[in-house]
Protein backbone atom coordinates (compact mmCIF):
# COMPACT_ATOMS: atom_id res chain seq x y z
CA UNK A 1 0.00 0.00 0.00
CA UNK A 2 1.36 3.24 -0.99
CA UNK A 3 2.15 5.78 1.80
CA UNK A 4 -0.12 9.04 1.31
CA UNK A 5 -0.10 12.81 3.09
CA UNK A 6 -3.03 15.41 2.82
CA UNK A 7 -2.74 18.82 4.53
CA UNK A 8 -6.23 19.95 6.08
CA UNK A 9 -7.18 22.99 7.86
CA UNK A 10 -5.29 26.08 8.14
CA UNK A 11 -2.11 27.51 10.73
CA UNK A 12 -2.47 30.91 12.75
CA UNK A 13 -0.15 33.44 13.22
CA UNK A 14 1.39 36.13 10.64
CA UNK A 15 2.56 34.55 8.91
CA UNK A 16 0.66 31.77 9.60
CA UNK A 17 2.46 28.53 11.22
CA UNK A 18 2.79 26.22 8.35
CA UNK A 19 3.37 21.75 8.43
CA UNK A 20 3.94 19.74 5.56
CA UNK A 21 5.74 16.33 4.75
CA UNK A 22 9.33 16.24 4.11
CA UNK A 23 9.60 12.48 3.84
CA UNK A 24 7.18 9.70 3.24
CA UNK A 25 5.57 7.79 6.40
CA UNK A 26 6.94 4.40 4.87
CA UNK A 27 7.40 1.65 7.22
CA UNK A 28 11.26 0.42 7.77
CA UNK A 29 12.09 4.42 7.43
CA UNK A 30 12.34 7.87 8.76
CA UNK A 31 9.37 9.67 8.52
CA UNK A 32 9.87 13.44 8.35
CA UNK A 33 7.60 16.88 8.94
CA UNK A 34 9.14 20.31 8.28
CA UNK A 35 7.52 23.26 10.40
CA UNK A 36 7.76 26.78 8.77
CA UNK A 37 6.80 30.04 9.55
CA UNK A 38 8.06 29.13 13.32
CA UNK A 39 8.75 32.52 15.26
CA UNK A 40 11.13 31.27 17.96
CA UNK A 41 13.11 28.05 17.45
CA UNK A 42 10.77 26.34 20.34
CA UNK A 43 8.67 24.32 17.98
CA UNK A 44 6.91 20.58 18.82
CA UNK A 45 4.64 18.40 16.96
CA UNK A 46 1.01 17.28 18.70
CA UNK A 47 0.08 13.44 17.22
CA UNK A 48 -3.28 12.54 17.33
CA UNK A 49 -5.81 9.25 15.87
CA UNK A 50 -8.45 11.11 14.94
CA UNK A 51 -9.04 14.88 12.98
CA UNK A 52 -13.21 14.74 13.39
CA UNK A 53 -13.63 14.45 17.30
CA UNK A 54 -11.40 14.91 20.01
CA UNK A 55 -12.89 12.63 22.65
CA UNK A 56 -16.60 13.34 22.37
CA UNK A 57 -15.95 17.26 21.30
CA UNK A 58 -16.50 17.83 17.18
CA UNK A 59 -13.19 19.02 15.48
CA UNK A 60 -11.98 21.53 14.77
CA UNK A 61 -11.83 23.20 17.79
CA UNK A 62 -11.35 26.86 18.86
CA UNK A 63 -8.89 28.06 21.18
CA UNK A 64 -9.44 31.47 21.61
CA UNK A 65 -10.62 30.15 25.31
CA UNK A 66 -7.32 29.70 25.87
CA UNK A 67 -5.77 32.80 24.83
CA UNK A 68 -5.44 31.90 21.06
CA UNK A 69 -8.05 33.44 19.04
CA UNK A 70 -8.07 32.44 15.23
CA UNK A 71 -6.40 29.09 16.39
CA UNK A 72 -7.93 25.73 15.97
CA UNK A 73 -6.65 22.10 17.03
CA UNK A 74 -7.46 20.18 14.12
CA UNK A 75 -6.79 16.63 15.17
CA UNK A 76 -7.16 15.06 18.83
CA UNK A 77 -3.59 15.32 20.16
CA UNK A 78 -3.12 11.80 21.96
CA UNK A 79 0.59 12.99 22.32
CA UNK A 80 1.62 16.47 23.05
CA UNK A 81 4.57 18.16 22.83
CA UNK A 82 7.06 16.27 20.65
CA UNK A 83 9.83 18.47 20.19
CA UNK A 84 10.71 19.70 16.32
CA UNK A 85 13.94 21.05 16.71
CA UNK A 86 14.87 24.29 14.40
CA UNK A 87 16.69 23.38 10.38
CA UNK A 88 17.59 27.02 10.19
CA UNK A 89 15.34 30.74 10.81
CA UNK A 90 11.95 30.32 11.01
CA UNK A 91 12.39 26.40 10.50
CA UNK A 92 12.12 23.59 12.76
CA UNK A 93 11.69 19.61 11.44
CA UNK A 94 10.11 16.23 13.68
CA UNK A 95 11.76 12.67 12.23
CA UNK A 96 10.00 9.41 13.11
CA UNK A 97 11.74 6.32 12.72
CA UNK A 98 8.79 3.97 11.72
CA UNK A 99 9.46 -0.06 12.61
CA UNK A 100 9.15 -2.05 9.88
CA UNK A 101 5.99 -3.67 11.30
CA UNK A 102 3.54 -4.66 8.60
CA UNK A 103 0.70 -4.01 11.28
CA UNK A 104 1.05 -0.22 10.67
CA UNK A 105 0.06 -0.10 7.12
CA UNK A 106 -2.73 1.75 6.67
CA UNK A 107 -2.78 3.61 9.53
CA UNK A 108 -4.12 7.24 9.92
CA UNK A 109 -1.83 9.50 11.73
CA UNK A 110 -2.82 13.18 12.10
CA UNK A 111 -0.25 15.86 13.22
CA UNK A 112 -0.07 19.62 14.35
CA UNK A 113 2.42 22.11 14.73
CA UNK A 114 2.81 24.59 17.52
CA UNK A 115 5.46 27.12 18.39
CA UNK A 116 6.15 29.50 20.56
CA UNK A 117 4.98 33.40 19.22
CA UNK A 118 5.94 35.98 22.27
CA UNK A 119 3.66 38.87 21.88
CA UNK A 120 1.28 36.74 18.71
CA UNK A 121 -2.19 36.62 21.69
CA UNK A 122 -2.57 36.04 25.07
CA UNK A 123 -1.05 32.33 25.35
CA UNK A 124 2.67 33.21 22.83
CA UNK A 125 1.58 30.08 21.08
CA UNK A 126 0.32 29.36 17.27
CA UNK A 127 -0.47 26.16 15.61
CA UNK A 128 -0.46 25.00 12.24
CA UNK A 129 -2.25 23.36 9.53
CA UNK A 130 -2.74 19.85 10.13
CA UNK A 131 -1.19 16.72 8.04
CA UNK A 132 -3.09 13.46 7.82
CA UNK A 133 -0.45 10.39 7.17
CA UNK A 134 -1.44 6.73 5.77
CA UNK A 135 1.60 4.57 6.36
CA UNK A 136 2.42 2.80 4.20
CA UNK A 137 5.33 0.06 2.56
CA UNK A 138 5.87 2.58 -0.08
Known amino acids: MPSATASFGAGCGSPAL ?3 SSAAPIIGTTAQVAIANTPTPFAFLAVGWSNTAAGPTPLP ?3 AGIGMPGCFLLQSAEVLGLT ?3 TGAGTAAYDWPLPNLGSLIGLH ?3 QGWALAP ?3 A ?3 IVSNGLEWVIGNF
Open 84 to 86: APA
Open 119 to 121: GEN
Open 18 to 20: SLA
Open 123 to 125: AEL
Open 109 to 111: VYL
Open 61 to 63: ISL
